[in-house]
């Protein structure tokens, strides 16, 4: 059937299937104005060398060429990907644990403070995030060093050290999601029934045993959602960068959203900011169209 | 009759829309301008300018007055390009750098004669370039808040008494500076710095980086480009030019008198956590508000085999907005503002404009920058003016680049100014 | 469980909250701190004045922060209230019906998450100013009015509402938007509950749209009062831990107060992918 027959609506299935697409319309044509008119806008743009209202010229995929092959772009997607590897791994496993631990808890009133304490960080935006670890990560009067010395540990560079730099802000993307993960799997872990570890352990099946074979794949919609998203903020990193190390010391947290902001907004090369948004719109593309479809052949 | 009601009530919702905002032909009543300011950290300059903004109005009576705003640092650029390509919501005046905003993009008013000619007749040439582009001037340089203030040699006389110095002294040569530092310098015991004799800027912005380097690098007679800005090989990567990034990273891993780990310098001056800095005359305000208990003198910057005299590389000047209906009242302002800081400005926490009246005026004798200020502007300007062009911020950010590495000694400094010869000479010929 | 493991798993919880925690309580410290003692060695954990107030009067008073929580508030009020009724509408909409090419517009929504915002940062607010919204409390919420993420949500839920009540009241002569009104939205209010939150909190600390489409301290919004404290030269770290202890303290009273809302909601919603 063609959407006409729906507008149309002849037949009482077809009225009532045209409601659906009222209903989802509204955010559809929002989205196209808001979101996709701008970026098939910018996919134009990377043909030429910027915006219509600058003289510009059509240049076709030459500028595709240079940005693919400029040093400082690969570096940044090499920092990503770093960054990435770094903070979502380490996110979700360590939320699976804490939220499977917190399920153990049963005094309610504590397990409301520990989520409340675990939740906290998304209370702040990024920018406040980056300077209060700035804070704790100077080098002088920082929290961080000063309890290292106090405990008889050499101080360390953190955000000034070349190598220190990037774990050090995963450490904060770490601490700034992890509530979310927490809590997306708290109440997940909250609706398994109790039966079924009863059950398991009527057969003489040991905690970690009952966590592997039960708990993880009930848990397989959360873990993929949950992956998903951290992966899509993950690579989208930029407040955190920006504030706190500029992308140094010596580009070395120069991530991919920082490189387009300068590209586009310090340097004025907007065909070259085209390019790169639309290269990082269909990479993340890809990455979510291959974990959607990981999800679909696992579920049970 | 319903028929009409509903035609009614729409046409009155319509007009309501449409009729909404200024009427074409109204007469200008009751207006304010707007200046936008990335300078929030000086909250009492920006409170003088104000105060400056009413006396607008005895010349103009309609005007209220001009709201200073300062707009966060962060994400400044995306901010002003979206105000100014779209019109609407753009300052009237803002506070920006003229290669950017009259070269990179058209957003800028011609100054009109009468305030060239002022400003041309107190200030130096040199100065004059801040402001000027492609050989029209729209800029007024020096009236904001750090204009074009010139670095200074700030040194802790405290810390020279305690390493047993004389504590009037200072180093008028780099030798001297080195020296200076080795003495000024403190260790722990596995041998990181914790006070650094002098401190480097090695992180934050790129173009901070490569504007506190460049005082090294024109002492020793190097320069980043040619005078007519065609090259840059050969210029930077002069055997002068190594031997100042050499000398500027061997400050930090042969001679140890800095530390990559300390923090800004203007702020490690202030924790006292670094002897000497360079930096520019707005620090006395800080210093003052912050760390009250530091005692400190400024002198001119150490000289080697040229004398390095005022210059800046970040060039904000007030500029109008080309495309605002006030564009006459915001240039009696600027005016207004120029005038008024010629006479010298009230506020310490900014640094004074680059005039060439007497400086034994009574703003300047009570200064601590005066008589460095005074030696800095009888040298020669520095060659940072003849930077002054197209893709600044892109030549800034390859050098910072190169200073960084050479810095973290993850290259050498021949190796890297070869490489950034290379890339800025693409730059500059584009 | 023995009683053993259960108070080793309790501690070790408790510590890794308390990790989890102190950064805050840290910047609540150093907010109560004047700018010597937060540069004197070697550093002190609390305050010498547990409730020196300065830094929170200085920018009270330089700053018109009392404004800036209130645009917030209205701000994320709007935009949670809209996106709620967008969100539940296009949920159900994919949830509960069949027309072709739904499956290509969904996915097309949720790919909207993966633009770099930066990207259309300037159309974006072109648009802005062709609809008049430059300045206003509308232009604010407009990127945020309607949630990729809140529909992906809403289509979770409303997935796990039976279709025979729907078809019931069909039979009774309900039109949908009634289905929608009467049975849909009370049946899922743990999820909406859940967005709410989400989505009042994402729109709080959001920072790079409201600084390009503010100016003016009539719609200037916490996260942009905080960056002034913030500039190119330094930071004042007593003032910015200050004010970011500001704009953290309603939504700490908002979580607490919901809290058991939100963790009810998660458990009821289910939460299905």
């Not at chain 1, 970026?39 to 240049?59: A, D, E, M």
């Not at chain 2, 060239?116 to 107190?122: A, G, Y």
């Not at chain 2, 003016?385 to 290259?411: F, N, P, R």
Request: glycine letters at 6%; aromatic letters at 16%.
């Amino acid at each position: 059937m063609k959407i006409i027959d729906f507008i149309r609506g002849r037949t009482f299935y077809e009225r009532k299937e045209r409601s659906g697409i009222l209903f989802v319309s509204i955010a559809f044509i929002y989205f196209v104005t808001i979101y996709y008119y701008p970026l098939i806008q910018s996919f134009l743009f990377s043909f030429f060398t910027g915006p219509p209202s600058q003289n510009r010229k059509y240049v076709g995929l030459a500028t595709y060429k240079k940005v693919l092959s400029d040093p400082l772009f690969l570096l940044s997607v090499k920092n990503t990907f770093y960054f990435v590897i770094l903070a979502v791994p380490t996110t979700i496993v360590l939320a699976l644990i804490i939220a499977t631990f917190l399920n153990y808890v049963l005094n309610k009133k504590l397990r409301d403070i520990l989520s409340f304490m675990f939740f906290s960080p998304l209370m702040i935006s990024f920018v406040a995030a980056a300077l209060i670890w700035e804070w704790i990560y100077h080098p002088i009067y920082g929290l961080l060093n000063n309890l290292f010395l106090f405990i008889g540990l050499p101080s360390q560079g953190w955000l000034s050290n070349v190598s220190q730099a990037m774990p050090s802000i995963a450490i904060m993307q770490i601490w700034l999601r992890l509530g979310f993960d927490i809590m997306i799997f708290l109440s997940a872990l909250q609706a398994i029934p109790g039966e079924y570890y009863e059950a398991a352990s009527i057969d003489g099946a040991s905690g970690f045993s009952c966590f592997k074979h039960i708990t993880l794949p009930l848990l397989n919609p959360q873990i993929v959602f949950v992956s998903i998203i951290e992966l899509i903020f993950g690579f989208q990193v930029f407040d955190l960068v920006y504030t706190a190390t500029h992308g140094g010391p010596t580009n070395v947290t120069r991530v991919i959203i920082l490189h387009l902001y300068e590209t586009a907004f310090k340097w004025y090369r907007f065909g070259e900011a085209s390019v790169i948004a639309v290269f990082f719109f269909l990479f993340l593309l890809s990455i979510s169209i291959l974990q959607w479809k990981f999800r679909r052949t696992t579920t049970y | 009759m319903r028929r009409i009601k509903t035609v009614l009530i729409l046409g009155l919702v319509m007009g309501m829309l449409f009729v909404n905002g200024q009427s074409l032909f109204a007469a200008k009543k009751n207006i304010e301008l707007t200046y936008w300011t990335t300078m929030g950290q000086h909250p009492r300059f920006n409170e003088w300018m104000e105060d400056l903004g009413k006396e607008l109005t005895k010349t103009y009576p309609y005007v209220k007055g001009v709201k200073i705003i300062a707009v966060p640092y962060e994400g400044y650029e995306a901010k002003y390009l979206s105000a100014m390509e779209g019109k609407v919501g753009a300052p009237d005046m803002f506070n920006g750098m003229v290669y950017d905003w009259a070269g990179a993009h058209d957003f800028c008013a011609l100054m009109p004669e009468y305030l060239v000619k002022n400003i041309e007749e107190h200030t130096v040439p040199a100065v004059r370039k801040l402001g000027i582009w492609d050989g029209k001037m729209y800029g007024v340089p020096g009236s904001t808040a750090t204009g074009s203030s010139f670095m200074m040699l700030y040194i802790n006389t405290d810390m020279l008494e305690e390493a047993g110095m004389d504590p009037n002294s200072y180093p008028e040569t780099i030798d001297e500076l080195l020296d200076f530092a080795k003495k000024l310098t403190k260790r722990d015991a596995s041998g990181k710095v914790v006070r650094a004799g002098y401190a480097i800027r090695y992180s934050g912005n790129p173009t901070g980086i490569t504007e506190k380097f460049l005082p090294f690098l024109h002492t020793f007679g190097g320069r980043m480009m040619s005078p007519d800005r065609k090259r840059a090989s050969g210029y930077i990567n002069s055997s002068e030019s190594v031997e100042a990034l050499q000398f500027f990273a061997d400050l930090v891993n042969k001679y140890r008198v800095s530390s990559l780990e300390i923090g800004s310098p203007a702020a490690s001056f202030g924790h006292k956590l670094a002897a000497m800095i360079f930096r520019e005359g707005w620090v006395v305000g800080w210093l003052r508000d912050n760390a009250p208990n530091l005692h400190y003198k400024i002198y001119p910057l150490p000289t080697y085999r040229e004398k390095v005299g005022v210059g800046a590389l970040f060039t904000w000047t007030d500029l109008v907005y080309k495309y605002g209906s006030n564009k006459e009242e915001s240039w009696k302002y600027l005016e207004l503002v120029w005038k008024n800081s010629l006479g010298g400005c009230i506020i310490d926490e900014v640094a004074p404009p680059p005039w060439k009246e007497d400086l034994n005026c009574s703003y300047m004798i009570n200064r601590p920058d005066r008589e460095a200020t005074t030696e800095m502007m009888s040298r020669a300007p520095s060659p940072n003016y003849d930077y002054i062009g197209a893709h600044l911020t892109e030549v800034a950010s390859i050098m910072a680049d190169a200073i960084g590495d050479s810095l973290y000694l993850k290259k050498t400094p021949k190796t890297v100014l070869d490489e950034a010869a290379v890339k800025i000479d693409a730059l500059l010929m584009e | 469980m023995n009683k053993v493991l259960k108070a080793c798993l309790c501690f070790f919880l408790i510590f890794l909250a308390l990790i989890i925690f102190v950064p805050l309580i840290w910047t609540l410290s150093t907010s109560f701190k004047t700018p010597e003692e937060i540069t004197s060695l070697p550093i002190t954990f609390f305050p010498k004045n547990i409730f020196n107030l300065d830094n929170y009067i200085h920018i009270f008073a330089y700053s018109a922060f009392g404004r800036y929580l209130l645009n917030s508030f209205i701000v994320s009020g709007i935009t949670v209230v809209v996106s709620l009724i967008v969100a539940s509408l296009a949920g159900f909409g994919f949830a509960k019906y069949n027309f072709p090419g739904k499956d290509i517009v969904f996915f097309a929504i949720l790919a909207i998450l993966m633009v770099p915002f930066q990207a259309i940062t300037v159309p974006l607010y072109l648009w802005s100013i062709r609809f008049k919204l430059v300045d206003t409390y509308q232009g604010l919420a407009m990127p945020g009015l309607v949630s990729a993420f809140g529909i992906f949500l809403m289509r979770g839920a409303i997935e796990s509402i039976p279709n025979d009540y729907l078809d019931a009241a069909r039979i009774d002569g309900a039109s949908e938007l009634r289905i929608y009104w009467r049975i849909i939205l009370p049946s899922v209010k743990g999820s909406l509950a859940a967005l709410a939150i989400i989505k009042f909190l994402w729109t709080w600390t959001s920072f790079f749209w409201p600084l390009i489409i503010t100016s003016t301290d009539k719609v200037k919004v916490v996260t942009l009062g905080l960056a002034d404290y913030t500039n190119m030269y330094f930071v004042e770290y007593n003032f910015a831990m200050a004010a970011s202890i500001i704009s953290i303290i309603p939504l700490m009273v908002i979580f607490i107060f919901f809290q058991k809302w939100v963790v009810k909601a998660m458990v009821l919603s289910g939460m299905k992918g």
